[in-house]
């Protein structure tokens, strides 16, 4: 049988999988909630007018490598979303080094957006799982790199969009991965065709094949009037506390968007906490996103985006910021 160019994509791309799976159970631990406490001003600012971060600088994915803090930030010139790196021995001074990924519009990426990732340093490598693609249908591809600054492209999407119909028929984004006994877990965005955004999480042995899970999404819309009853997204995970824990993205009918806390016991199913972070200072008074942690002793170490106009993509005076969330007795009086 002759094989022609779709059984090539067929091979690069793989059917979309699915499984029945949650994420290993962790030991039981005392019950905490977290306190939001965050600096006043933002830590990466917009870049000059022309620079390749001019219009937002957002999207922070740090990495700790050999005692040197990699951040993998996405910065908008009003045309391109772009991937750059900025380096730091602490991770609040940090100093920009430029562009490293940009899209490839010969490819399935387009011109429009090769950004909005999630890094991981494995063995000697980086891996920068980002989304690209048409703006109306993203996937999410994967980079990998020796020193952060220099990367190879996978040369397909390693997450494509589900089955007409699904609930992410129409778009998978915001990828954020973390890796447990060597097993990769991303959580992702999906866009389904009505334009509704829900949480959902997949799983892979090498970062590449990837198989969703089959009750998807993990986290839905909140109800009319909540904080995060347009649309969710951005998520970010970790375990502390005898738990899995969530900072995602919430945004109402305004466009204005805070930062909601969800906890689960496997991963898989989520219980909204009642807390709901959102901007204090005028830089990003309308907009709190894009959440990357870190665990620390002293708490859960947050580097986030923020913007003072309530744009549901770009265009919303993006810089980058850090809080702390502060683990408090849950017994304690609020």
């Known amino acids: 049988?002759?094989?022609?160019?779709?059984?090539?994509?067929?091979?690069?791309?793989?059917?979309?999988?699915?499984?029945?799976?949650?994420?290993?159970?962790?030991?039981?631990?005392?019950?905490?909630?977290?306190?939001?406490?965050?600096?006043?001003?933002?830590?990466?600012?917009?870049?000059?007018?022309?620079?390749?971060?001019?219009?937002?600088?957002?999207?922070?994915?740090?990495?700790?490598?050999?005692?040197?803090?990699?951040?993998?930030?996405?910065?908008?010139?009003?045309?391109?979303?772009?991937?750059?790196?900025?380096?730091?021995?602490?991770?609040?001074?940090?100093?920009?080094?430029?562009?490293?990924?940009?899209?490839?519009?010969?490819?399935?990426?387009?011109?429009?957006?090769?950004?909005?990732?999630?890094?991981?340093?494995?063995?000697?490598?980086?891996?920068?799982?980002?989304?690209?693609?048409?703006r109306e249908t993203p996937r999410i591809g994967l980079a990998r790199s020796s020193d952060g600054r220099t990367w190879q492209k996978h040369p397909a999407p390693v997450l494509e969009t589900g089955p007409r119909g699904s609930w992410d028929e129409r778009g998978v984004a915001d990828p954020y991965v973390i890796q447990i006994k060597g097993t990769f877990y991303l959580y992702y965005l999906g866009q389904d065709r009505a334009r509704q955004q829900r949480i959902g999480v997949a799983r892979s042995q090498d970062g590449i094949s990837w198989e969703k899970l089959r009750v998807n999404p993990v986290l839905e819309l909140g109800e009319t009037g909540e904080f995060d009853e347009d649309a969710l997204g951005e998520p970010a995970v970790w375990m502390s506390h005898g738990a899995y824990w969530m900072l995602y993205t919430g945004r109402d009918r305004t466009g204005i968007r805070r930062l909601g806390l969800a906890q689960?016991?496997?991963?898989?199913?989520?219980?909204?906490?009642?807390?709901?972070?959102?901007?204090?200072?005028?830089?990003?008074?309308?907009?709190?996103?894009?959440?990357?942690?870190?665990?620390?002793?002293?708490?859960?170490?947050?580097?986030?985006?923020?913007?003072?106009?309530?744009?549901?993509?770009?265009?919303?005076?993006?810089?980058?910021?850090?809080?702390i969330l502060r683990p408090v007795d849950a017994t304690l009086a609020k």
């Not at 791309?13 to 699915?18: D, F, N």
């Not at 942690?293 to 549901?312: D, L």
């Open 1 to 134: 049988m002759k094989r022609g160019p779709f059984w090539f994509a067929l091979l690069l791309t793989g059917c979309v999988r699915y499984a029945d799976f949650t994420l290993p159970r962790l030991p039981p631990a005392a019950p905490v909630r977290f306190e939001w406490a965050a600096t006043a001003a933002p830590l990466i600012p917009q870049g000059p007018a022309g620079a390749w971060d001019s219009h937002d600088a957002l999207n922070p994915s740090v990495v700790l490598a050999g005692g040197t803090f990699y951040n993998f930030y996405s910065g908008f010139d009003g045309k391109t979303w772009q991937t750059g790196l900025a380096t730091s021995t602490d991770g609040v001074t940090w100093r920009k080094e430029g562009k490293v990924l940009s899209p490839n519009p010969a490819t399935w990426e387009g011109e429009y957006i090769a950004a909005n990732g999630s890094a991981l340093h494995v063995g000697q490598e980086f891996f920068y799982w980002y989304h690209a693609g048409p």
């Open 264 to 323: 689960s016991s496997d991963g898989v199913a989520w219980k909204r906490q009642p807390s709901v972070f959102a901007g204090r200072e005028n830089w990003d008074s309308k907009v709190l996103c894009d959440p990357t942690v870190e665990v620390t002793p002293q708490g859960i170490r947050v580097w986030f985006g923020g913007g003072n106009v309530a744009s549901p993509d770009e265009n919303l005076h993006g810089q980058i910021g850090i809080a």
